[in-house]
């Protein structure tokens, strides 16, 4: 008999005989030495030794015992457990489609029994802007709403909202509890249409538009070479981080179209007053403000991988490996800076089980890329799903495409690569159904989780009506062994 948990623990020694774990007496030790998150459990035939640092590691020692007891009978053995990487983290998109605070909480919950610690809240986009603001009150009159439902689905009725600062304290609790940090994500200056929606001056040329109601990547950005620009966002950041006691804090900087910069006299001006070479570097420059900023109030930045392509990105960022054809974050982690990987064709969980099957995900090694050398591969710092919500309205439609595949994303991120094992875990997930039900999260049937390769060419096929790029075809069609 093996345990039964989720993420497998690391080191698992079994001494032979049996007992009933639940009724054993426990006893806590603790040891100054270990790491935080570090525990070690010895199960004997009446008592139960947890060791760890301190509160953490005893949390999650407990996560791991809750298991073992649904088990009943277990083997005496020594657990000796540590996870593979510090940063654990799963995303969600709260601006194109909004989920309610109780649908969050459920999802937090899921995401805590497997050990994940850090909740990246996605709280504007082009489409909606998702979190009570005081200094600015057009944000929430204006930016919070738009006038189409479904992207593109044929309802226009108005749609929207944002979350108040009491509920987003409520969450940062919740979250406390179980150990998971939350870094709100104010994503600029690309993906920013909502917030020009309600204040156009801060665009390049000033004209109004609407707040989106489709998915895309979008011209107007925020004017770079607008000092009221830079005010605003240090103003919008002052106010958030009041609500989020963490270290980090990300700033986006994702898919930011350059036509509207290239254009605009201001940004031009800029370019030059900096010496900068382009409307790339303009970015790097725009970025780093930002991030002087944020260090001026004891943060630091994470920031999507477009940022690196300036070459001036503050080496102190943390990088949010998502899509980096070449290979920018392993050379950056390979010169000392930090890298999370969320890595679009395996961890981007809003794609359909047929583009990534549930073993894709699990097989993904975030250090597996042989650009990665020995000092890039240490700074990789963990792993992170992202859910998108153009296409999910609902929060049944999310517990389809998140659940299993988020759980085996925590895996890869406690267990190490040469103690995970497919099948170990596809028996161990399919147990998880009446926990996460309980939830209220319906978890993708068994027979979802990893389509054959027909029905995966057919989904691929209705994909790529709208989205033609040559590496998702040849993802889906040339499958690697590990695919
Ligand atoms: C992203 O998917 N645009 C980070
Ligand atoms: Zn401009």
Redo the contacts with the bound molecule.
Sequence with gaps: MTLNVIPKPNTVEYFGGECWAKENKITYKENEFYPDEYYCIEITDGETIITTKGEKGRYYAQLTLDQIYEMGKVPLCKIIDLPAYPYRGFMIDSARHMQSIDEIKAYISAAAKYKFNTFHWHLCDDQGFRIEIEKYPELNKKASWRYGHGFGNGNMSKYGGFYTKEEIKDVVAFCKERYIDVIPEIDMPGHSTAVIAAYPELSCNGKEIPVQTKAGIFKDILCAGNEDVYKFCCDIIDEVIELFPYEYFHIGG??APKARWCQCEKCQKKIREENLKNEEELQGYFSNRIIEHLKSKGKKAIA?NESLNSGLVDGETVI?Q??DKQHKCEEYANKGGKIIAEE?YHYYLDYEYGMTPLKKTYSYNPIGSDKFDYIGKRNVIGVES?V?TEYIEDFDRMSYMCFPRLIAVAETGWTLEKYKDYESFKIRVKGEKDFLKSLGITMADEKCWDPDNGTRFEVMRDRLKSILDPDMIRATLFPNKND
Excluded: A, L, Q
């Design positions: 994702d898919e999507w949010s998502w899509m679009f992202p998108w």
